[in-house]
T-cell receptor
Framework: AQSVTQLDSQVPVFEEAPVELRCNYSSSVSVYLFWYVQYPNQGLQLLLKYLSGSTLVKGINGFEAEFNKSQTSFHLRKPSVHISDTAEYFCAVTLNNAGNMLTFGGGTRLMVKP | KAGVTQTPRYLIKTRGQQVTLSCSPISGHRSVSWYQQTPGQGLQFLFEYFSETQRNKGNFPGRFSGRQFSNSRSEMNVSTLELGDSALYLC??????????????FGQGTRLTVV
């Protein structure tokens, strides 16, 4: 079975600073990887996904992530954060034959300070 | 187009009661998945329905059940509620049955409180 670990439960950062949110996964087969964002009292919104091809994936709101198969990681980055990026971020995986079933990490709360 | 609609948004129930939550997917979407979100366990997959058939089921007791109607709307039911069932229940709507081919759109959730 696959699993996802988000190494940081909270990441405080000052506005306009760069940020990296870490995600590691475990699976014996190939996986597909996703990052979602959840704003307070909202559902989840897809930021980006890696299916195949280029290991650097660009998403919405200036976020990007890099797939590293040897390190089984899929870290999310943004070069300059805004106050509005304050939210909870979830890394998720699925398998090719798993339909729409997503396995989520525990989440990382990004807190952007002025 | 309208997004995923979950009703009700908030619900308070007493232990031992049962509850039914509803999810209307985006028009044209045929797959509906349900997730439970709690501070302790995070986001956990409950089940997925596609064209009225349950395709996948998570590791939850039989008290949790669901169904999907011919118009793709879905309901989930929890019987004999326990305090630990208090959670945000999220519904996700997808065009087809494979996450790799389509994006999952989430509703705002139903916050269930069991007292």
């Amino acid at each position: 079975a696959q699993s996802v670990t988000q190494l940081d439960s909270q990441v405080p950062v000052f506005e306009e600073a760069p940020v990296e949110l870490r995600c590691n996964y475990s699976s014996s087969v190939s996986v597909y990887l996703f990052w979602y964002v959840q704003y307070p009292n909202q559902g989840l919104q897809l930021l980006l996904k890696y299916l195949s091809g280029s290991t650097l994936v660009k998403g919405i709101n200036g976020f990007e992530a890099e797939f590293n198969k040897s390190q089984t990681s899929f870290h999310l980055r943004k070069p300059s954060v805004h106050i509005s990026d304050t939210a909870e971020y979830f890394c998720a995986v699925t398998l090719n034959n798993a339909g729409n079933m997503l396995t989520f990490g525990g989440g990382t709360r990004l807190m952007v300070k002025p | 187009k309208a997004g995923v609609t979950q009703t009700p948004r908030y619900l308070i129930k007493t232990r031992g009661q049962q509850v039914t939550l509803s999810c209307s997917p985006i028009s044209g979407h045929r797959s509906v998945s349900w997730y439970q979100q709690t501070p302790g366990q995070g986001l956990q997959f409950l089940f997925e329905y596609f064209s009225e058939t349950q395709r996948n089921k998570g590791n939850f007791p039989g008290r949790f059940s669901g169904r999907q109607f011919s118009n793709s709307r879905s309901e989930m039911n929890v019987s004999t509620l326990e305090l630990g069932d208090s959670a945000l229940y999220l519904c996700a709507s997808s065009l087809n049955a494979r996450a790799v081919n389509t994006e999952a759109f989430f509703g705002q959730g139903t916050r269930l409180t069991v007292v």
